[in-house]
């Protein structure tokens, strides 16, 4: 008798319907597998020796003859144990049921044909041991070791079994700590990654859908706060959000899909061409562009990626090349059909509809671009140069139409809304080479005539150009129009300061900072009225905001040389200095000689730093940039910000008498507000020493003879707003300095001699006591009281 013959047995567990070679083969498996701790939490992480493995083979062949009943019953008499899990392995990686061949997994059918009937069986045998492994992915030791070896043993299964399983599983082990909940998160995460890299290629499509339904589950869950109790277990979602979730694996998709010279090279743009276009059909959910921006994630690891070895470099810097011409198809694409291609296309009335392709564009990381702009001056993947060129060019088309910078723009019949150009805007500076390239980098398979268009000559010049030529002459727009396409490339050039790398051109930081020195040099009341000073005073906001991006890129770079030992901020200024005269004179220049963006970077701290060569209104707006700067940029780089700006500043305050040109109270206050900033946030005096050869206490005192100067100082001016605001100011920095010397430095008798500490308690109650202006008054009482602590 045939012992894997067998039809009798009974569909539940009553032992004696079985026959007695099952019955002992299950006993044998218990006692000889490696079990310790409770049943279903193995922590034997060793292989089965072969006898063992054998028998696995032989409860293998008797659970193919009756699936349905024998399955259950070797899971509730022995739980799941190695053998047991060993046993389902085989199951789930077997082809057939009663014989020897045996499918790669890898290449097993998504769903089996309903005419063929073994196959038909042989994949819900499988089902069935992997809905059982499913269950406890993460908390058996032994199958996170075969899932270690052989992350594919789940992919004969349907996507719709497996994802939502992985996808709970990991969700469960984000829930809870310990290193079980780290091994379960490990563990489903190893498959998702496997199951991905097999889908992707070949049917990213059906892949990307049911990701999105399953990730929509937990947003949907966690909306309505359900608890456990409100769901059943086949819906048992745990609370987490979408975005939450997608952050435990998508990590490892990205760096596996670019990576691995195995997969396909097309897997890594399938899939996020697919949820693309799963956000364009459904604009109302969320969750697409949760997925989509978790999987190309922030663009910061790209860099690493690229300075692997030359194989690996190759191989992620050509799929990145090809994903980003794919989404850049994409978005063009539905741009055409939003916006329409000729004079009779209209517009589609939702306005969501039009930004999605931007908003797709716009959470593309911008090193994506860069290195596509990259290649394209190289020699690699000359197929799709020409492709890559054309699609660029239609792309600054579109933005230029949205942005009105060009009257020969063929949307001139579409109103934009303010979003659309606030995101062409920031798109421009981007996804546009940000300047041209010059011929020798060009490359030399493009045909003749065959250019990409750029950012600064497209967006920026043609603006700045009107602006400049509008002040000075007649000008066919009008004022409003003129100076909203001004800011509008502005805040292009704003994007571009934060994303430009260091080897790129640096042609472009010139042209704006010639017009912005100008733009902030115009005195408002010397214009044509109050609507044109309002527009220029937004526009001279944004080139505070300009200057104070460039101050913050200056410093990190400059603080990254040190750290290198590069020596970069000893860089000369004298050719920045004598480049920034005049918008024509950058624009006419050769673009070799200005260097590369790096260089630009060492010598644009030292420009802003001559606050004294320039007129009040220009100064004041460098000093408010100063501000922002020390507001914004990171704890690491206050000192180094202190060190280029403090210097300069203190020494420009205290060369003469507080007046109405040089030392205007405005930029005075500006300029206490700027040290009272820097101070405060440091929490430390030692932003006051330069190394300049003087001691801190020096620079201190001298900072403290220049706030009590500026509160008692005799003043002539003509702006009563500017006078209080430079005495508050100054009452602030005098607190922030009394305090940090007296709390810090106490021991040491401080920087600050007790003569100096009576001539500040002096003047504070003056201020306190006889001051004519209200806010003085309180201030000074308020700081006294605090100085009287220490």
């Known amino acids: 008798m045939d012992i894997f013959d067998y039809n009798s047995a009974n569909t539940g567990t009553d032992a004696p319907s079985l026959p007695s070679s099952f019955l002992s083969l299950v006993d044998t498996l218990r006692d000889t597998s490696s079990l310790s701790g409770d049943e279903g939490d193995s922590s ?38 190695d053998t047991t899990v060993e046993v389902l392995v085989m199951l789930l990686t077997s082809s057939g049921t009663n014989n020897n061949n045996r499918e790669s997994a890898a290449n097993t059918s998504i769903s089996c044909t309903a005419s063929n009937s073994s196959s038909s069986a042989s994949q ?8 059982e492994l499913l269950t406890i992915i993460g908390s058996n030791s032994y199958l996170c070791q075969k899932i270690r070896t052989k992350p594919g043993m789940f992919s004969s299964l349907p996507l719709s079994l497996t994802i939502p399983r992985l996808l709970s599983s990991t969700a469960s082990a984000s829930s809870s700590n310990g290193v079980s909940s780290a091994k379960a998160s490990s563990a489903a995460c190893t498959v998702l990654t496997d199951i991905v890299e097999r889908y992707a290629a070949t049917n990213a499509d059906m892949l990307a859908k049911i990701l999105i339904d399953e990730l929509s589950k937990y947003d949907e869950g966690a909306s309505k706060g359900q608890s456990k109790t409100e769901r059943s277990p086949e819906h048992d979602y745990p609370m987490i959000s979408s975005n939450a979730l997608c952050a435990k694996f998508t990590g490892s998709w990205r760096r596996s899909l670019l990576e691995n010279p195995a997969r396909e090279s097309n897997a890594y743009a399938n899939i996020l061409v697919e949820i693309g276009n799963i956000m364009f059909q459904i604009p109302q959910s969320s969750v697409p562009l949760t997925l989509f921006g978790a999987i190309v994630g922030d ?57 999605s392709p ?75 080479p940000f300047v041209g390239w010059r011929k020798q980098d060009v490359n030399e398979n493009l045909e003749v005539g065959e250019s990409l268009n750029c950012c600064f000559d497209r967006v920026c010049a043609p603006a700045f150009t009107e602006l400049l030529e509008s002040r000075f002459g007649p000008s066919d727009c009008s004022m409003e129009e003129t100076f909203k396409r001004a800011r509008a490339a502005v805040y292009a050039a704003c994007h571009y300061v934060s994303v430009a790398e260091d080897n790129e051109n640096g042609i472009g930081i010139f042209g704006i900072l010639a017009f912005v020195l100008k733009v902030i040099s115009i005195e408002p009341t010397d214009n044509q009225g109050n609507a044109y000073d309002g527009h220029l005073i937004q526009l001279q906001t944004g080139c505070i905001d300009f200057i104070t991006l460039c101050l913050i890129s200056c410093v990190q770079r400059q603080l990254q040389c040190e750290q290198d030992r590069e020596g970069g901020s000893r860089l000369s200024n004298g050719p920045l200095v004598q480049e920034l005269s005049t918008l024509n004179e950058v624009k006419k220049s050769d673009s070799t000689s ?28 460098l000093l408010n940039s100063f501000i922002l700067a020390s507001q914004r940029c990171q704890p690491s780089q206050l000192t180094l910000l202190a060190r280029k700006c403090l210097p300069k500043t203190i020494d420009w305050a205290l060369g003469g008498r507080i007046d109405s040109d040089i030392r205007h109270p405005l930029c005075i206050a500006a300029a206490l507000q700027m040290t009272f900033v820097l101070v405060t946030r440091s929490k430390s005096l030692d932003v006051l020493e330069n190394g300049s ?98």
């Open 44 to 81: 034997s992480s060793s292989k089965l020796d072969s006898s063992t493995r054998a028998m696995c083979y032989l409860m293998k062949r008797f659970i193919a003859t009756k699936p349905n009943s024998l399955l259950p019953f070797l899971v509730s008499r022995n739980g799941l144990i």
């Open 124 to 131: 819900d045998i499988r089902e069935m041991a992997g809905k």
């Open 299 to 355: 663009g910061s690891d790209i860099q690493g990626l690229l300075s692997k070895n030359q194989g690996a470099s190759c191989h992620c810097e050509a799929r990145i090349f090809r994903v980003t011409l794919d989404l850049l198809e994409l978005s063009l694409d539905k741009l055409k059909k939003s916006t329409g291609t000729s004079r009779q296309s209209l517009p589609t009335p939702n306005l969501f509809s039009r930004l």
């Open 358 to 432: 931007l908003l797709l564009l716009r959470r593309i990381p911008s090193s994506y671009f860069r290195t596509l702009h990259r290649i394209l001056i190289g020699t690699r993947h000359q197929s799709d140069n020409k492709r890559a060129v054309r699609m660029i060019n239609e792309l600054s088309d579109f933005l230029v139409a949205r942005l009105d910078v060009e009257t020969k723009g063929h949307h001139q019949h579409i109103t934009f809304t303010a979003e659309e150009r606030q995101l062409s805007a920031e798109l421009a500076a981007r996804c546009l």
């Open 594 to 621: 200005t260097g590369s963006i790096k260089t630009v970077r060492m010598a644009l701290i030292e420009v802003f730093s001559l606050v004294i060569d320039i007129i009040t209104t220009a100064r004041t707006c």
């Open 693 to 790: 050869g003087q001691t801190r206490k020096d620079w201190v005192r001298r900072t403290h003879k220049w706030s009590l100067a500026a509160i008692k100082g005799v003043v002539t001016s003509d702006s009563p707003y500017a006078i209080s605001s430079m005495r508050l100011a100054a009452l602030k920095l005098i607190l922030a300095l009394v305090s940090i010397d007296q709390n810090v430095f106490s021991e040491n008798g401080g920087c600050l001699s007790p003569s100096e500490i009576v001539e500040t308690f002096s003047v504070l109650r003056g201020a306190a006591n006889v001051d004519e202006e209200p806010a003085m008054r309180k201030l000074a009482c308020h700081i006294l009281e605090a100085i009287q602590k220490y």
